[in-house]
């Protein structure tokens, strides 16, 4: 074939980017997410089986052993279910955060991560449209759990639902950032184990998502003061007063914070620029 | 009234790039003009994929520049990028989509909503068996298929150039030249300029431009016929052989036997 030299294109593309290119792409990351989530259902029952058997066998099983005082934002007596209900939704945001973060190594792994960094959209712009995605996805897997729970005494005022969701983003937010941050240090998919290890488990268990910190100031000052400094501590919290059409300022900045940081170190972190994934070989 | 030329589709000026103590490219500067078909002509470990890396941006260049119709990558990365498409070695399909699905999200990633990105599949697949199956999940196409698809998708948003790292590894015969006659039938549609990166020596055509790479360092460049004919050899193989030092087989097909 001839094609050495051959005409241009009569038009080049306008300058710039305007909203509407970043919505289209924005509504693509965030729809090809959903469609992955709907594709894996053994994701969504995993995730949302995963919480239930805590509330159902953990809390039922623990409820005479770990009774709980009034603490606020509770106003009364609670069974332990009530309790624990709030940390079991920060438990399926911590594990969709992981997800993503999983998800983001294994597409870099495949290769199709690929496809998302090469897009002429700024890179901290395609990074937040698939934490946001991600978050989404999150948070109706929270509202499934809740629906669930109702059935299971966990029923707070119809108000709670609706307040509880700015709480569920932020925290979905926060956990989905810490996910990407630590996806740009895992190099490959065998590796992830050590985050199951190194970070769900000691966040999970070192927080006050399934005992009041004032128990576990009784029982180790040392491990209260872990706990304090463990940000999921605060999502959880954030969670729980929210739920209840209450806001806790020291957690609302604590995860704020948090989110902050993590979100600009996974930017920087995917920055070829500046980050550890340029300097990878692959 | 005079019109300006029109910048080279791509220029890399004194292109570095070393992995550790390991230099993969040293000092490299070739042009693609505009509207040409440029063949990356190197075998592996030439540093071909390290370059595909820097001029997407999945690296940083460190030294030297790259730019892609006029626009500096460092300078103007959005403006550099919208101009360019590419198909990776590797295969970068999301294996749990459609191909639809893949194709659209492709687009939307570049801006193009949902609607004209479905009529822009229509228009590239016209007369293609790939149209009735649109609607299959990727993991259920054969290698070549998958090719093909990432082909059509690096046109999806009307590039003015493509980059193709070794598009035809890994496929029979058969399949690369299918590969090859659909990449040069887009590429004359929508015209635009190519860099081919291959150590496949029969897909490189009589008309085509080349650039040689070996051990990340430029070894010839220009038209085919100007290299040949600078080596004072009979063929685009024998320059390549002389230039190289390596000892290439009669035909790629004689090499995969």
Request: hydrophobic share 50%; charged share 20%.
């Amino acid at each position: 074939m001839s094609s050495a030299h051959l005409p241009l294109p009569a038009a080049s593309p306008a300058r710039g980017f305007s909203a509407s290119h970043y919505l289209v792409c924005f509504k693509g990351i965030v729809w090809r997410e959903a469609l992955r989530f709907l594709h894996q259902r053994e994701r969504f029952i995993s995730a949302l089986v995963r919480p239930l058997l805590w509330l159902f066998i953990f809390a039922a099983g623990f409820r005479q052993v770990l009774g709980v005082s009034i603490v606020a934002p509770y106003k009364t007596y609670i069974l332990y279910e009530v309790y624990i209900a709030p940390g079991l939704a920060g438990m399926i945001l911590l594990f969709n955060g992981m997800q993503t973060s999983l998800s983001m190594v294994y597409d870099r792994e495949t290769g199709s991560m690929k496809t998302l960094l090469v897009s002429p959209l700024p890179r901290w712009f395609l990074l937040v449209s698939k934490l946001v995605a991600g978050v989404a996805v999150g948070v109706v897997q929270v509202y499934v759990f809740f629906a669930i729970a109702w059935f299971w005494e966990v029923r707070p005022a119809p108000m709670g639902y609706i307040t509880v969701l700015p709480a569920l983003i932020l925290a979905g937010l926060m956990l989905g950032a810490l996910g990407m941050l630590l996806s740009s240090l895992v190099s490959q998919l065998e590796n992830f184990a050590g985050v199951m290890n190194f970070v769900i488990f000691p966040m999970y268990f070192a927080s006050s998502a399934l005992y009041p910190l004032w128990r576990v100031r009784e029982s180790s000052p040392l491990l209260y003061d872990i706990c304090l400094a463990n940000p999921f501590t605060h999502a959880v919290e954030l969670i729980r007063f929210a739920l209840y059409g209450q806001l806790d300022p020291t957690s609302l900045w604590v995860t704020l914070g948090c989110t902050v940081v993590f979100l600009g170190g996974a930017v920087i972190a995917y920055d070829p620029a500046r980050g550890v994934i340029g300097r990878k070989r692959g | 009234m005079l019109t300006a030329a029109p910048p080279p589709a791509l220029e890399i000026e004194g292109v570095s790039h070393s992995y550790g103590s390991r230099k993969a490219l040293d000092d490299v500067s070739f042009e693609v003009p505009s509207g040409s078909f440029t063949a990356l002509l190197g075998p592996n470990g030439a540093g071909k994929s390290t370059l595909f890396s820097l001029i997407t941006r999945l690296f940083v260049t460190r030294h030297g520049a790259i730019r892609i119709l006029g626009r500096d990558l460092a300078a103007e990365p959005g403006e550099a990028l919208r101009r360019l498409g590419v198909v990776f070695q590797a295969r970068t399909l999301d294996l749990d989509l459609s191909i639809r699905q893949n194709l659209v999200y492709h687009a939307a990633l570049h801006g193009v909503p949902r609607r004209p990105a479905l009529a822009r599949i229509d228009e590239i697949l016209a007369g293609s068996d790939l149209l009735e199956r649109l609607g299959d999940k990727a993991r259920h196409l054969s290698g070549g298929q998958l090719r093909r698809v990432e082909i059509v998708r690096a046109f999806m948003h009307r590039p003015q150039l493509i980059l193709l790292d070794e598009p035809t590894v890994g496929l029979d015969i058969r399949s690369r030249a299918e590969i090859v006659a659909e990449v040069r039938r887009l590429v004359r549609e929508e015209q635009a300029s190519v860099l081919w990166a291959t150590h496949l020596i029969d897909e490189i055509d009589e008309s085509d431009s080349v650039v040689v790479l070996d051990r990340g360092r430029v070894l010839a460049k220009g038209p085919v016929s100007e290299v040949v004919e600078d080596e004072h050899a009979g063929s685009i193989r024998e320059a390549f052989s002389r230039l190289t030092g390596m000892a290439v087989p009669a035909s790629d097909r004689e090499a995969a036997a």
